[in-house]
């Protein structure tokens, strides 16, 4: 009986052990349930945080590969000034070294592949720019980087990497070009571009023009040959030859024009150069614009249409006016704003405004639709005229300072870049006949832009394009940033892909061989060089040759804009030109005296325009304009007395001008300086007297 008793209490025990047992395990399940999102969660931040670091990381040694490739192209280029070494220019040693690093990132860097966070299998539909993902109730999202091919599957580590370093076509447009564009107007010489302003929009409209239709015609029959040979891959279509035409139509002879401003080329055939680069931009992206807006109506979208043409060519009307007329405007506003305003005081801030004015035209034009390229050229030809005036000296100075250092570092870049992309891009499109093609046509594009448009030019000139001028100008048709960044815009399609492999060929050729051969050039066709800019046409002089005169020179359109300006826009805008008073009708009287009263020049210690022929700083100094004298004393203080003489200068003060160079015309109180050649004859022009 004891034994049963003690059995059955063995029992009891064992099964309440049981119990707890099954209690305390339930208890640590529930628990561990319970912990386990909150731990899993944590490890999650961990790891994303890990990530963001190594991330940052790597986006810093990407940015301080580029510094570095930008330093060691400076010390590269004291050293070739210090060797008056002219074969390569700073570009194209910036793509020397950009290749060499996109050797070394491509082949000679790999990261070792991590597996265990790749899903090869998740089979859609489509391609989303954007994907949602469901991962046990949790929703992550995804961005699209583009498509990798089966053979590189195992290297996605290493695409990744490349990835880094290819920076977003945005990056382009909306940083780097700006500068560039806007110092390309900042730093324009005004007097020798308006005196060829005939030929060179000529050649920056008519010209791009033609040189668009002769590549993009070229180049579709080329197409169509490599469809017959089967050596096409994709879709190519007529307007994507036109497309090609017009990007690479833009010229960015960079090299040939700092070589020509070492070397005091004939300031012509500099002005000729310039000018055309700085407009055809311009009209190049615009005009791509136009092309790629071409939409004719019904299935199939490529076919001929004469309304689509007719509108594709309106756009480019109204792009192109409207982007113009908002850089323009921007940039009389900011004259505006400097004149009636005491910011000279505070030269930090009329530097800082006078910055963001700038840049802020590039993407006020872009948000409206326009193109930022031709609204930021002319907001700095308009600033240059007009703002620059108005600005302190120590702003002027800075404001000269900053873009150009902006300019070199952004041009730079981009070289390095284009280097660098040839061996870091992905979907690289290298055709042998496409590429031969392109070469061709490039060439034979340039010379039906030159030779016929120097042909009816020199028909209405006096001054003749000579034939080594317009061989030099066929020799210096780089290709640059421009059209580097109109081609890796858009890079999604087999046709676009191979036009930017090309267009990167066509870049390093034309800077390597024609940037590097144009000293060699210059000797060939014997043009003259040492010629100072600043003194127009003292080699002609020298050698006996007459002036030339430049009621014939400049073009009639010119003169009356001239005439307008001086009399009219000058006076309203900066401390220039002659009163109001004296060109306004009388009905506008108290706005002309409003707008030369003290009030309108107490910002400005001198009454100065800088597009006259002399420099008078002494003394007391009256000016005679139509019927009004105004007067400087001593200390500087303006004053205008009624009818003195009659009759006023403009249209002389602009042959003044255009002949006798650009000397200025500044009214101070210090001292008399006229700074004029024995052979310029005295100033006696008896309706436009200055007396001391």
């Known amino acids: 009986m004891v034994f049963k008793m003690t059995v ?34 944590a490890m999650e931040n961990i790891v994303t945080e890990k990530r963001a670091e190594e991330s940052h990381r790597q986006d810093s040694a990407d940015l301080l590969i580029f510094i570095m490739l930008l330093t060691l192209t400076i010390l590269t280029i004291w050293l070739f000034k210090h060797r008056r070494f002219r074969f390569l220019h700073e570009t194209g040693l910036a793509m020397i070294y950009g290749l060499l690093v996109g050797v070394v990132l491509r082949y000679g860097i790999h990261v070792p592949r991590d597996s265990s966070n790749i899903t090869l299998s998740c089979p859609v539909n489509a391609s989303p720019a954007t994907l949602l993902i469901n991962v046990s109730g949790k929703f992550y999202e995804y961005t699209l980087k583009g498509e990798i091919s089966a053979s590189e599957l195992d290297d996605v580590q290493d695409n990744e990497m490349l990835r880094k370093v290819t920076f977003d076509p945005e990056v382009f447009f909306n940083i780097l070009l700006p500068p560039i564009i806007f110092h390309a107007g900042y730093s324009l010489k005004r007097r020798h571009f308006f005196r060829n302003m005939g030929s060179i929009l000529a050649y920056a409209f ?53 070589i020509f401003n070492e070397l005091q080329v004939d300031v012509d055939l500099y002005a000729l150069l310039f000018g055309e680069s700085v407009l055809n931009d311009a009209v190049a992206i615009v005009l791509s614009s136009s092309i790629v807006a071409y939409q004719p109506q019904g299935d199939n979208t490529h076919t001929f249409e004469v309304m689509a043409m007719l509108k594709s060519f309106g756009m480019f009307l109204g792009v192109f006016s409207g982007s113009f007329a908002l ?86 870049f981009i070289f390095s870049y284009m280097g660098l992309t040839l061996f870091t891009f992905q979907n690289h499109v290298f055709n042998p006949m496409f590429i031969v093609g392109a070469f061709l046509a490039v060439f034979l594009g340039r010379a039906a832009n030159i030779y016929p448009l120097s042909f009816l030019l020199n028909l209405g000139r006096r001054n003749k394009i000579t034939s080594n001028f317009q061989h030099m100008m066929m020799f210096a048709g780089l290709r640059g940033a421009m059209t580097f960044a109109l081609s890796i815009r858009d890079t999604a399609t087999y046709a676009r892909q191979m036009m930017f492999s090309t267009t990167l060929l066509v870049v390093f050729f034309t800077v390597w061989i024609c940037g590097g051969g144009t000293t060699q050039m210059l ?10 800019s600043d003194q127009d046409n003292s080699v002609s002089i020298a050698e006996g040759s007459e002036r030339r005169s430049t009621k014939q020179e400049s ?13 009219y826009l000058k006076p309203i805008l900066t401390h220039s030109g002659p009163p109001l008073t004296a060109t306004l009708p009388p009905c506008c009287g108290p706005l002309a005296r409003f707008l030369t009263s003290p009030q309108a020049y107490e910002n400005e210690s001198q009454l100065r325009d800088d597009d006259s022929d002399l420099i008078l700083t002494d003394g007391d100094i009256s000016l005679t304009y139509g019927d009004i004298t105004v007067s400087t004393d001593a200390t500087g203080a303006h004053t205008s007395r009624g009818p003195a003489f009659t009759g006023t200068g403009a249209s002389d003060d602009l042959d003044r001008e255009l002949t006798y160079g650009d000397h200025e015309l500044v009214m101070r109180g210090t ?9 310029e004859p005295t100033f006696t022009d008896p309706h436009h007297r200055l007396r001391v």
């Open 671 to 679: 001292r008399l300086v006229l700074p004029m050649d024995d052979s």
């Open 206 to 258: 008519l010209g791009t023009v033609i040189s668009c239709f002769v590549i993009g015609l070229m180049m579709y029959g080329c197409v169509m040959l490599m469809k017959q040979v089967g050596q096409l891959g994709g879709d190519f279509f007529f307007t994507d030859c036109l497309f090609f035409g017009a990007i690479v139509s833009a010229t960015d002879p960079v090299t040939v024009l700092a």
């Open 555 to 567: 073009a009639w359109l010119f003169r009356i804009w001239y005439n307008f300006d001086h009399n």
């Open 523 to 532: 000797s060939c066709q014997r043009i003259r060089v040492g010629v100072d």
């Open 327 to 412: 850089g323009v405007a921007t940039g009389i506003v900011t004259a505006l704003v400097t004149k009636f305003t005491k910011l000279r005081d505070f030269q930090l801030l009329e530097t800082a405004l006078f910055f963001l004015m700038s840049w802020s035209t590039f993407l006020l034009a872009e948000a409206c639709g326009f193109t930022g390229v031709v609204a930021v050229l002319f907001c700095g030809i308009t600033q240059a005229h007009y703002t620059f005036n108005n600005l302190s000296a120590d702003s002027q100075d800075r404001t000269k300072q900053l873009f150009e250092l902006l300019n070199f570092l952004a041009e730079n």
């Open 8 to 41: 059955n209490a063995t029992r009891r025990t064992t099964r309440t052990l049981w119990l707890l047992l099954l209690v305390t395990l339930s208890v640590c399940i529930c628990v561990c349930r319970a912990s386990s999102p909150q731990e899993d969660s």
